[in-house]
């Protein structure tokens, strides 16, 4: 039998997952079956279940169950607890496992694809919800100096600072960026570019920046990106690569080989430009 995966959330008809595992199985000769799975909003453990039941080898967990897919782990991976969030569930004989990938995804998208090297940087992260979460342990075993939190909230920002048990990281408001000194990597990690608008950050902060990392994606630049090249931002990026990445680390996860990635990115930014 071709072994079954799926990516669940709600909604779930926009996902680029099958198109982008189907490519990956092609590419290293897997025999697999990835679909899209619908879960009502009140219905997760339900449709976890019944696709397990079915014979369903792993899932791919996208809004708004990463939450309820950690509590349905049996274990959890460190970056997943560090997270406090899984975006792959994978079923064993042993039980289910829960890890999280996001956050190696825009990692190595940023070091590969984009060639910056992470080792000392001072790293301004934007956002301290789940996002954020999930990339804050990979930034901080790939070397960063240091990582500054601003949210909105700034106690949140705090809290996720001290959660994370490492003195590189602290945590602010946005009214307290001005005094922060500057930041050789930004990263978006709120949903503002979904909405057509930017994080309110001064303009100072991205003047001396090498890179200004965003990590939702679109046909066009998002308003972060436009202001980051607008104020002397080296380099701007979306978080297409980041998709794509944290996806081949599923598969390697799943099917135990790490499939090529930059053909598929490549394919994935032409469908977006032509629309």
């Not at 899984?86 to 496992?97: A, H, I, Q, R």
């Not at 978006?188 to 990392?213: E, H, I, K, Q, V």
Request: charged share 20%.
């Amino acid at each position: 039998m071709t072994d079954r995966y799926a990516v669940i959330g709600n909604p779930i008809a926009h996902s680029r997952s099958p198109d982008i595992h189907a490519q990956f199985a092609a590419q290293t000769g897997q025999q697999i079956r990835y679909e899209r799975l619908l879960a009502p909003l009140d219905g997760f453990v339900a449709a976890v279940d019944a696709f397990r039941t079915a014979g369903g080898r792993g899932l791919n967990v996208t809004v708004p169950f990463k939450l309820q897919a950690c509590d349905y782990a049996d274990r959890l991976s460190p970056r997943a607890q560090a997270a406090g969030a899984v975006n792959t569930l994978v079923f064993g004989s042993d039980g289910v496992e829960g890890d999280n990938t996001d956050g190696v995804g825009m990692v190595r998208d940023i070091a590969g694809r984009h060639q910056t090297v992470l080792d000392g940087l001072r790293v301004l992260l934007v956002g301290a919800g789940g996002a954020a979460r999930g990339v804050l342990l990979p930034l901080l075993q790939a070397g960063v100096a240091a990582v500054l939190i601003v949210n909105r909230t700034p106690d949140k920002a705090r809290a996720l600072a001290l959660a994370s048990a490492d003195s590189r990281v602290t945590g602010c408001g946005f009214d307290e960026l001005g005094k922060a000194g500057r930041f050789d990597l930004l990263v978006n990690a709120t949903s503002a570019g979904l909405d057509d608008a930017a994080p309110p950050l001064p303009t100072s902060c991205y003047a001396n920046a090498r890179l200004a990392y965003d990590m939702v994606y679109g046909a066009r630049p998002t308003p972060f990106m436009q202001i980051a090249r607008s104020q002397g931002c080296a380099m701007s990026c979306d978080g297409l690569g980041m998709l794509v990445e944290q996806a081949a680390e599923s598969f390697r996860i799943w099917r135990g080989v790490m499939p090529e990635t930059e053909p598929v990115y490549q394919q994935l930014r032409q469908t977006l430009v032509a629309g």
